[in-house]
């Protein structure tokens, strides 16, 4: 299926987007992702991962009962914008991990993150009874940091120079949300 083609599947749709499980046809778009340098700065990845390894890693995720991947799509254009996962569901303290990637810097402060973590934690919390949200953001990512304050994610810690990237240590800000801080606006 073309990326500009709308999925038959919208999983839970917003304003903007709509978010949908991921199809084979999406690989080239994600693969593609993890080339973009300014993503790789953001996400910390300096690591450079073949095609077999990417394949062999949304294998084991797309098949694992503790993860949820799904695509973020433009409403307007049917564009794969990104992906929003959350991964480490533990059930008996009903918490898990949560991240989120946009693939562009074209695609970078128009709200598509923030709309996509907000459907993302409204799944979380209300489908899937979840009590608590955590991530982490490396502390030069201050656009990802206000998205997720927007949605209700407080800081709860730092890991003080946990990141080397580009030659240098970068804090990690730990986040944590909360079902009752949640805000669905």
Known sequence: MSSTQPSPIQFMKGKQVYLRPFEPED???FYHSFHHSEVRRLTGTSQVFTREKIEAWLKNVLMSNDHVFLMIV???THEILGDVEINHMDLVNRSANIRIALYHEKHFGKGYGTEAMRLMADYAFGIRNLHRLSLDVYEYNKRAIRTYEKVGFRKEGVK???LFYNHQYHDVIHMGLLAKDFDRD
Do not use: M, N, P, Y
Request: no cysteine.
């Open 27 to 29: 690989f080239e778009v």
């Open 74 to 76: 433009s409403k307007q």
């Open 160 to 162: 003080r120079e946990a």
